[in-house]
Nanobody, 125 residues
Framework: QVQLVESGGGLVQAGGSLRLSCAAS????????MGWFRQAPGKERDFVAA????????NYTDSVKGRFTISRDNAKNTVYLQMNSLKPEDTAVYYC??????????????????WGQGTQVTVSS
């Protein structure tokens, strides 16, 4: 199985940027697709973005299109989420998740068996 550790969260003003990282370890020689999800207090865990094993395919939720970019460096076993033009409504705990497959994963949290511990992102107005 794969273990995931997120980093890069923090406090930023509206309009600012953050880059989240998700480092994978363990069974990283098998192809795995990755997703980012977020959960605000009192709300469900929502899909943010996903990327295929090769990085050729990506998917985003509508609210972050044009502002967030997901990417990966398989040599470093790391997936990134570059977040620009941040808004207060982006405030949440951000989680990365993995599933062993080549193609683009789904946007359903229950499809992902492996999860990181989460990193807090707070955007002040």
């Amino acid at each position: 199985q794969v273990q995931l550790v997120e980093s890069g969260g923090g406090l930023v003003q509206a309009g600012g940027s953050l880059r989240l990282s998700c480092a994978a370890s363990g069974r990283t020689f098998s192809p795995y697709a990755m997703g980012w999800f977020r959960q605000a207090p009192g709300k469900e865990r929502d899909f943010v973005a996903a990327i295929s094993w090769s990085g050729a395919y990506t998917n985003y939720t509508d609210s972050v299109k044009g502002r967030f970019t997901i990417s990966r460096d398989n040599a470093k076993n790391t997936v990134y989420l570059q977040m620009n033009s941040l808004k207060p409504e982006d405030t949440a705990v951000y989680y990365c998740a993995a599933i062993y497959r080549y193609g683009l994963p789904t946007n359903q949290a229950h499809d992902y068996p492996y999860w990181g511990q989460g990193t807090q992102v707070t955007v002040s107005s």
